[in-house]
């Protein structure tokens, strides 16, 4: 009975390892098979031998199984080890896989075998087997499925799934998550001895290899090299030396360095007839295009606009310049501009603001208004202009300033410069005679509307009508105005769509014009004073001419009588 016990032992087994069989694959012999064991039962490690030929030394007991090509044929498998003697008989048919596993007892027939599924499988996919030697219920789950129930003794069908579907084994409470890599064939055995419960794993790691390995190839036809990561002429060297022609073409490849295929077509251990032509894409090694745009970072802190330009592959220079418009510390410009096309790695100098520099206030007195901003401007300054309608210059001039000429202050700041009222047409002085007459014309007003003036500081006043050609004249006597300072002030309006105002100054007593008139008109103040005391003589004069005549009529009559 413990015989028979440890006889579905046996089915506990791992059955089939690639990495052996895949060294002896190379070898592409006609008529072979491939044949795997694994030690089930003795708990010492045990001598695996296939007839004359000698399969594993030392496979030790629940670990995975080892595998080799074998021509095909009939073998006597035997399991030697301790007081284990096991075997089981094996007929290895051309093409065909099989694995012999061991168990306990000293019957020859306490060894079994199975046979590995190798027909071929789609891309993406993966096969898993399941035997349960275990004398209790298995379940197997595939991906998200069902579990399903696997009794003493009985095994599942060999399932296609996607590859990386998880296979999960709960064996009492024991379980295993098994991975299905693409391409893969996996033997999954639950066995359990006296002791535990095991599962135990055995992979193919590709079908396509296993299928190729027992698969004799037609008379004559060579298996291509892998020359994937080799340099071209490592490459070129394998291509030919399998009796085969090498075709390159060139491709960037940001992960293969430059010089190192990347790819091939057909691919490795595909058979092929001698002298056809694999073809091998070279790494040319990044693509790195022919020119690049400089990134815009004016305006951005230095270490950022820095950051962004190393980033882009760009290397960075930089120099400082005083500004009174960008704050210390940010890009001004950037040489080459922002979006000039460029060879990458090239040189971008950053120009950054040092700040605004001190600058010597200018004089800007006796300027006009945009001459002011010119000097200022030149500079670094700003101007801000104010009319002072109090002064009474009327030349529309600079005549104060703050802060004042010769100061020093941040470039960027700005001049506070007062003008004062700025004359011109339609007002001008035309007069101002020897006898204090001003003679005050104007043209280009609106023909019937009025103008009128007024004297500063007096009450003379006058107002005058606009005329059909758009003259105007207004006059005023100043004769009795004794101003004794630099000048007086006429102020004017006109009462025209412009309402136009306008400030005079007029020359003080004694002064005159720089255009005296040639028309003196005099002023009619009735019948002068020096006409009366010539009335009044010659009055007199007829007076004393009667009374003489009188009084010295009579004797010059009596003495012309005598006579």
Known sequence: MKSLTRLSLVAAMVGVLLSSFVTAAGAQQADVGYLAAVNGASTDPVLVTAGAEQIADGLEYGVDGVGTTVPAGSYDVAFTGGTVISGVAVDVAAGSAQTAVSGFGENADTALAYPIDVSPIDAGMAKVTFWNATGATVLVTFGAQAPVEVQPGDGLPTEIVAADTPVL???????????????????????????????????????????????????????????????????????????????????????????????????AATMVAPGSTVNIVVSTGPDTPGTVPVPDVVGQPAEDAQATLEGDGFTVSSSDQPSADIEEGLVISTNPSAGTEVAPGTTVEIVVSSGADDVVVPDLTGMTADEAMTAAEAVGLTVEIVEDPDNPDPDGVVVSQDPAAGSTVPGGSEILAQLSPDLGEPWSIVTLDPNRLLTVTGVGLLPGST????????????????????????????????????????????????????TFKIPAAGSSTDQPSTEVVEEDSGFPVWGWLLLGLGIIAIVLLVIRMVTGGGDNGSDSTDS
Do not use: C, H
């Open 169 to 267: 084994i709960d064996v009492d409470g024991v379980t295993r998550d098994i991975a299905t890599p693409e391409d893969s064939y996996t033997d999954v055995f639950a066995v359990n001895d006296i002791q535990e419960a095991k599962i135990a794993v055995s992979v193919v790691a590709s079908m396509t290899d296993l299928i190729a390995g027992v698969t004799p190839p037609p008379p004559g036809d060579v298996a291509v090299p892998d020359v994937v990561g080799q340099t071209e002429a490592d490459a070129s060297s394998a291509i030919t030396g399998a009796g085969l022609v090498s075709a390159s073409t060139e491709a960037s490849d940001d992960a293969v360095p430059a010089g190192s295929v990347v790819s091939q077509v057909p691919a």
């Open 451 to 502: 103008v009128t003036l007024s004297v500063v500081g007096t009450d003379l006043t006058e107002s005058v009508a606009v005329q059909d050609d758009g003259t105007w004249t207004a006059r005023f006597d100043l004769s009795e105005v004794d101003n004794d300072t630099e000048f007086l002030l006429v102020q004017g309006t006109a009462s025209d769509t412009s309402d136009y105002e306008a």
